[in-house]
């Protein structure tokens, strides 16, 4: 029998707007429901709010919302909008399952909105973090990193770039929090490898030329002027090569390059660089940059760093100075044989180790334990009253429920909910809804649907 369809509240995490598609979040939750597709048993239903339309992720289960957002990350963390969440939620009409919130600052403003304004009920959340603004990285003079904190602590699990990182957020708040708090957080954060689909990892190596590409963000905690020194002190000694920097504006030196492509030539352009430059970095994550290089062929020298060990492994050709860096940038630019070892040991790496097919389980097992926490409910005659209201109607949507049962904002409807979905003879189906058309993409009304005895 085929699991009904659950209702998953996303809450983004949007950063750049000006190129919604190469947006972190964005193109990680791309991944995570082409992967929950492709290899979970779970049947999930997203409702993602965004700016704008987003090409990448319109998928036959998700529903996008279109709503403003500031722009700027420190105040996107702050702000939260009551009257655009109620849209969202519309919860006499619809209802949701389970909360992922790719946002912690905002997971409490959305629970606490859902539970103290709504019948949905108390529901229970998971989430995955991309950004903490720890001291070692923020710029701010005031940062959320507190609010961020909140957030998690609402969470069942929350998935961390790397344990290095979440080593990191725990020693920048042991000292405001208890010793029973600091415990629940470890408990709570667990390292979220992110993937990559096999589909697009390169079945051999291509014909490169003499280019060093950085693809990570141009900034401070990427360690981007050091990175630059090296490359001036390389282009001192010799002027045989380029560096690709694609996130950059404009070109800053004789020998970078700043061409921007689309997915697919972003990657082609990746298989023609001879090697890549995986910085220190002040926020002890894996970057998906790198991932992006090594399945298309490209290898990668790296900072010798916790962070890119946990992922990497013995896979990584690793500098811990500027000088090392240098004679490793050399080896690849003049040795071809040298070169394509390590991009061939490390597309290996990537292909037995990376794949979504390896990461989507642990992303899937957070959502079934958390969607087990709701339970259905055991006593009342409501709860009868309401499968028989269905099979007398066959075709019912939640807000008919409601009105036959004459209940409001009091009585939580998660629990019944639970027990609907239980009952063998009860399907949830959706149909296009076209009201208020423009506001949202591939918005659907979920009815409650009797199946005959079999």
Known sequence: MKKSVKSVLVIPNITFQKDL????????????????????????????????????LDFDNVTQYFIDFPTYPNSMRAHFNYYDWMKIIDWKNQDFDLIYSHLPEQALNVTNLIANTTNIGTLPVVGYCHWFEIKEITEYDKNFLLNNINGVLEMEECGINTQNQIDMVIDNVKDVYSEQTITRLKEIMKPHYLGVQNKDIVSSLAKYEKIIVYNHRPQAYKDFPNFMKLMDELWEQRQDFKVWIPLLDKPNKPYVITDSFEKQGYYDFLKKCCVGFAPKQKYGGWSVSVTDGIMNGCPYIFYDADYYNELIGEGGE????????????????????????????????????????????????????????????????????????????????????????????????????????????????????KIFEGQFHNKQTEFYVWKEDK
């Not at 190469?22 to 700016?51: Q, R, T």
């Open 318 to 433: 690793y500098f811990s100075s500027n000088k090392q860096a240098l004679a490793l940038l050399k080896g690849a630019l003049d040795d071809k044989v040298f070169r394509n070892n390590i991009a061939t040991t490390q597309l290996e790496y990537c292909r037995k180790n990376m794949t979504w097919e390896k990461r989507i389980p642990v992303i899937s097992d957070m959502i079934t334990k958390a969607l087990n926490k709701v339970k259905p409910i055991v006593k009342g005659t409501r709860k009868d009253d309401i499968i028989d209201f269905i099979k007398q109607n066959r075709q019912v949507t939640k807000s008919q429920i409601i009105k036959h049962l004459g209940w409001g904002v009091g009585i939580k409807f998660a629990s019944y909910r639970k027990y609907i979905m239980n009952n063998p003879n009860v399907e949830i189906k959706r149909f296009p809804d």
């Open 21 to 56: 598609e190469a947006d972190s979040f964005v193109k990680v939750m791309s991944e995570i429901i082409i992967g929950l597709k492709k290899h979970s048993p779970l049947n999930l239903w997203f409702h993602i709010p965004l700016p704008k339309y987003s090409k990448l």
